[in-house]
């Protein structure tokens, strides 16, 4: 075995080493750590459903039916009536013909690519792609190519030399470290002239963008006959847990007889489920919680501009402001942990060398009050 305890020791000294938080409290806009209350810009709990009332008593609810478990996969005795009325339930909020339930989204990336893709062939990603789709793109032993982020005249030569007949381009919706939006219109054109299909991850973008919450897709009009292969998670703006995949008919019959990552895992408890449920009603219902969430972006960047900092051009919760280098980045999320605001510091190898960065999320658990604290500490940065 390695040295691991060498290897350790080399991160730390390259301020890469990770630690985890223990958390004490609910999620929401202040957590508690070891104690000490903070003012949190760190979560993924977009529309601030992480803790609401109404799905906890779904929740509850769910459990007290279902019992905690859900006891085996979905193709042995594990797919109960809830998970059902889920699926049905995505797949008509996302636009899509059915949509198949996965434990996480990792799992479902996975499952998704490596169901679809072989030896024979062509798997395209962008560059800035969620670890998941890349580890489906190389699990799938597929020919895997990348293109430079966004950069779709590489994409359009990548597609124009290909020799392989099956042809997938994968992509984030939103991209998770920079919080900019694919040019998803451009991709699905490049599909269509090139004959291949296209897999979007939109598991920053479900709930949070389009009118009613559809994410990417519904926010550029993008359908099933656009191609795209959706994915998307149920632990962010849903504040619940789970992932699932929509498409066509034969897309998901073949994920429930080929993904092995559907096939040879437990399915989530069934109160899960019913927590999305709920979940997906307020993001339905409740289109304020979005305009009071955009309305929070739009103060932080104006307030930024004047700050000096430099922050990334993301129109969503995402915000991250680029450092540089690791030790900066790890002493600018300590300054403002002292200030009691929990920012964390993000680097490499999640984000690129020299690009360390404070990733800076709202929630619209948020307030105005609190953004302006934010950036009254962001000022006092040195």
């Known amino acids: 075995m390695k040295d691991l305890n060498v290897l ?20 929401g806009a202040s957590i508690q750590i070891n104690g000490k209350s903070y003012l949190n810009f760190s979560s993924n709990d977009y529309l601030g459903l992480a803790n609401d009332p109404a799905i906890v008593e779904a929740f509850n609810k769910g459990a007290n039916h279902y019992g905690v478990g859900s006891g085996a996969a979905h193709l042995i005795t594990g797919h109960s009536s ?3 009325d889920l699926e049905q339930a995505l797949a008509e909020h ?7 339930l996965f434990s ?15 030896r024979d062939d062509l798997v395209i990603e962008d560059r800035l792609n969620h670890a998941s789709l890349i580890d489906g793109g190389l699990y799938s032993n597929a ?6 982020h966004a950069d779709m005249s590489s994409l359009e030569s990548i597609l ?3 020799t392989s007949k099956q042809r997938l381009i994968v992509t984030d919706g939103v991209f998770s470290m920079d919080g900019d939006i694919a040019p998803l219109n451009e991709i699905a054109s490049l599909s269509q002239k090139y004959n291949a299909d296209v897999l979007v991850d939109d598991a920053h973008g479900l709930g949070v963008l389009g009118k009613h919450g559809g994410g990417v897709c519904e926010s550029l009009s993008l359908n099933e006959d656009d191609k795209p292969i959706l994915m998307a998670t149920l632990g962010k703006a849903f504040g619940v847990f789970g992932a699932f995949v929509a498409g066509s008919n034969d897309l998901i019959e073949w994920l429930i007889q080929q993904a092995r990552t559907y096939v040879y895992t437990t399915a989530i408890p069934p109160a899960i489920a019913a927590a999305s449920l709920a979940s997906l009603k307020i993001i339905q219902t409740q289109p304020e919680r979005r305009e009071h969430l955009n309305d929070l972006i739009t103060q932080f960047k104006k307030g930024v501009e004047s700050l000096g900092l430099q922050l990334m051009p993301s129109q969503t919760p995402i915000q991250p402001i680029v450092v540089g280098d690791e030790s900066r980045a790890l002493k600018w999320s300590d300054e403002l942990r002292n200030q009691g605001l929990l920012v964390k510091a993000i680097r490499p190898p999640t984000v690129p060398k020299g690009t360390s960065r404070l990733r800076i999320t ?5 307030t105005k009050q609190d953004v302006q604290r934010l950036l009254v500490s962001l000022e006092k940065l040195t």
């Open 82 to 84: 809830i998970h059902h």
């Open 160 to 162: 124009k030399n290909a």
């Open 104 to 118: 996480t989204g990792y799992m479902a990336n996975i499952g998704v690519i490596t169901a679809l893709c072989n």
């Open 94 to 100: 996302t636009g899509r013909s059915r949509a198949l």
């Open 143 to 148: 020919n895997f190519k990348r293109y430079p």
């Open 362 to 366: 709202f929630s619209a658990a948020h």
């Open 8 to 27: 350790l020791s080399k991160r730390k000294q390259e301020n890469r080493y990770r630690k985890r938080e223990i958390v004490s409290s609910v999620q």
